[in-house]
């Protein structure tokens, strides 16, 4: 489970990205804090990563190290929106590779559920959003996807 601090830092990170792409800042929703839990719990004990059926959107990411893995709150997130570099603003739209990101800044993303599991080689961080993002009807990207301010 994520220490306060970490916690500050994931939500944090989010919201600095977010205003670059003049999207409004995400708040914690502790119901959704503890799907997520639930759910980076799951991913530690079978030593995989995936998605779980949430109807929520969802980022998943998993670190490793040996003897012993360390990571901060911005780690993930960081790691989400470094997908930018392949998304097109040109070209809108959901392409393999960009969901992680466009779902970091999508603007009708409201609340954000956090879950961190580690056993101290291995940690996995889950990320739900709420509403979801990466809606691919027409005109979707465009309006919540927006380029850097």
């Known amino acids: 489970m994520a220490d306060r601090k970490f916690q500050q830092e994931f939500l944090e990170t989010h919201n600095a990205y977010r205003a670059l792409h003049g999207a409004p800042p995400l708040t914690y929703n502790s119901k959704m804090c503890g ?25 998943v990411f998993f670190k490793s190290g040996s003897p012993s893995v360390s990571i901060t709150g911005k780690d993930a997130v960081d790691a989400w929106y470094s997908e930018i ?44 959003y709420r509403p979801p993002g990466n809606f691919s009807n027409p005109g979707q990207f465009e309006a919540n996807v927006l380029p850097k301010e």
Not at 43 to 54: A, D, F, K, N, Q
Not at 95 to 112: A, D
């Open 35 to 59: 799907e997520a839990q639930k759910w980076a719990d799951e991913c530690l004990r079978i030593h995989t990563l995936g998605h779980s059926e949430t109807k929520d959107g969802e980022n």
């Open 85 to 128: 570099k392949d998304y097109n603003f040109k070209k809108p739209g959901f392409k393999s590779g960009t969901g992680h990101f466009t779902q970091v800044v999508w603007k009708e993303s409201k609340e954000l559920g956090l879950g961190m599991a580690t056993d101290g080689r291995m940690a996995f961080v889950v990320g739900q």
